[in-house]
């Protein structure tokens, strides 16, 4: 099993080798391509996508194949030069030293957010990788100038080329190579928005036709040079139709195609021009793409939240409806069920009166009791059937005097009992309400204030208008303190409450004074 994992192991140091070695002779092609002033750095990109991407000892693998050039045999077949085995551990280390570097400080920088598209960890990408780049060149011409490759001229010479081509291969190879290399080694697989073959076709097509409109210009007349510079806007379109990872497709196409299309058509400007747009071409798409991904993770993520919302408001009125129904049948229950028993109590406290048996005192005391608690009953069944969600209002013609009187009727003879006064002022008015409901908030109103008022009070009941309202109104003497007792308002306040939300009318609370607006128009 041990065996059979180094096996494996060892298959993939191969293959990240082979691929290093190839990047390697095609940045060596032709002549614009030499390695020390290419514009197009095919092993510094490879390199940083190694070392980012590979796990553990697999990382050796540039290292190796840097070696490998000093081979004899593969030092001719990669147009190496003379002194190879020296001068290439040299750059062996300087190279390797170098971007190993970058990459350890790249990923102690981003950590986990390396792999997420976001302004913070592009630039930092950019920033890390343009001063490793600069570094390599310069180690690079010093390296070749002390070891009389070259001379301190030539030296200074191509060091911005260097430079620029490093960085351009850094930029545009690792954001694609790093997700395939981390596959293929089985570190983690492909993002799920990983560009399709049509959408390298799509840029390749578009790419295509912006460098024959170029250079095919500049053939046919060389007055038309500058529209070589429409070359560069590729990959900022794909950075904003896309996002990061079109952008990427688009700049690593346009940094490996424009230089042979540039030379094949007799690009006549200074190479070094073109590969600094190159770089800032593939900088500026890499932004741009990074921000059009932030805004659709964002969209995206505003979605996912916005139908959790929804599902999870679903989910809480289900579970309030279920709640709501319980509710209802639990109030009618306790009305219903109890009531029979309470006037089995009734009956028998009736029926221990009438043998006259029992102590007056302790009557006296179950028959309250008994009222107490029918009244109790009463009030959970009204609040049960004012329901705002259920009850729908029945609206007639009704005459003020009539309402009073009726009420009148009824709490003449208890505020008569309680030894309190009240005083219906007569109202000849007409108007639309539902007479049920209205006597219902009028009648708890009506019962507290005489409940509560002390002896020889007096209780008002009347109409009056306001503002074109129509307004019953209960007016008492109860004292500030006594008003709102504990444990009296029961279910009247929450009755009251019902009733003027379903008849959309205006609870009237002022001082010594209760009571019902009614709207103008019901």
Known sequence: MIAKKYVGQIGQLAILVVAWLAAYKLAAMAEVFKPFSSLWFLPAGVSLSIFLAAPGWLKLSP???????????????????????????????????????????????????????????????????????????????????????????????????????????TLVLPPLLVPVLS??????????????????????????????????????????????????????????????????????????LTPIVAKLSYFSSEPLALSVLLAITATASLLVGTAVSMQRQTLEQLDAQNQKLEESVLARTSELAEAYEFERHLVRSLGHDLRQPLQTITMLVEGMAMRKSEDEPVLNALRQISATMSNFLDG???????????????????????????????????????????????????????????????????????????????????????DGQHAFIVADEIAVEYAHPPGTAGFGYGIIARVCKVLNATRIKEKNIRGILLPANP
């Not at 551990?89 to 976001?118: D, E, Q, S």
């Not at 000849?428 to 109103?445: G, H, K, M, T, Y």
């Not at 204030?449 to 009941?461: E, G, K, M, Q, W």
């Open 63 to 169: 290292l190796i194949a840097n070696l490998a050039l000093a081979v004899p045999g593969l030092d001719s077949f990669f147009n190496v030069g003379d002194n190879a085995a020296r001068d290439q551990i040299l750059h062996a280390i300087r190279h390797c030293g170098i971007y190993f570097t970058a990459a350890v400080v790249l990923k102690k920088l981003l950590g986990p957010n390396m792999a997420v598209p976001n302004m913070r960890a592009t630039t930092t990408y950019i920033v890390v990788i343009t001063i490793a780049a600069a570094l390599s060149a310069f180690s690079g011409v010093s390296l070749h100038a002390l070891l009389d490759n070259i001379s301190w001229d030539i030296a200074l010479d191509i060091i911005a080329h260097w430079a620029i081509g490093d960085a351009v291969a």
């Open 183 to 256: 596959a293929v080694l089985g570190v983690k697989p492909l993002p799920p928005h990983w560009p399709s073959l049509s959408d390298w076709l799509r840029e390749l097509g578009i790419i295509a036709l912006a460098m024959g409109v170029a250079f095919g210009a500049m053939v046919i007349d060389p007055a038309l040079g500058s529209l070589w510079y429409i070359t560069l806007l590729p990959p900022i379109f794909a950075g904003v139709r896309k996002g990061i990872m079109q952008a990427a497709i688009s700049a690593f196409l346009i940094a490996s």
């Open 380 to 466: 959970v069944l009204n609040y049960a059937l004012t329901d705002p969600g259920t009850v729908k209002p029945r609206n007639t013609a009704l005459r003020a005097c009539a309402v009073l009187a009726a009420l009148e009727t009824i709490y003449l003879p208890i505020a008569e009992k309680r030894g309190v006064r009240l005083h219906v002022q007569r109202a000849d008015a007409e108007f639309q309400s539902d007479e049920v409901l209205l006597r219902q908030a009028l009648s708890n109103d009506l019962d507290n204030a005489i409940r509560l008022s002390a002896p020889n009070s007096t209780v008002s009941l009347r109409h009056e208008m306001r």
